[in-house]
């Protein structure tokens, strides 16, 4: 193993959006076994120091590939086309637009039918683009035009929080 192996190399994956989610938790276990600290206790510490330096690696990567929107962000990362999204928030007009109708229908929501409605366009949307992002990647190689998508998807995200607290204040 190198610790400067990128994430797909040190799992033994695929460079690519679509991931085997039962392969990937046996590879992240199997290397959690070769790499615990615990495994190293008694060849001094450098050693453990190591160890836990490969730990910490080997979870950072799982974290990264577990999750749909951070592996694409990561692949679009590794193709030289970095989303940016904490310096870059220029979004289009329309998805702004969107985004204040799902909030202004949020704020002002009196029942829990109609958060459940505007939870079901937020899901099919979301569903919509990841899958159009799953296929800029894989299929299009089309990083470039993945990036507009996760961007996206980390506002859809971040609203999808945000009404999960609604539902929240709401039922109670």
Known sequence: MN??????????????????????????????????PDKFAQQGAAQQRVAMQWSARV??????????LARAAYLCELAGAPVNAHSNTAMPAAFLMQQMQWRETMDEAQDLQTLESLQAEVDSLQNSLMHECATLID??????????????????????RDLEQRFEALEH
Request: charged share 25%; aromatic share 12%.
């Open 139 to 160: 299929e299009n190689s089309d990083y470039t035009a993945a990036v507009s998508h996760i961007r996206s998807l980390l506002f859809i995200e971040k609203f999808g």
């Open 3 to 36: 610790l400067q192996s990128n994430d797909f190399e040190l799992f033994g994956l695929p460079q690519q959006f679509a991931q085997d989610r039962a392969l990937l938790d046996a590879r992240w276990k199997s290397l959690q076994r070769e790499v615990h």
């Open 59 to 68: 979870n950072e990567a799982y974290q990264r590939l577990k999750r749909p």
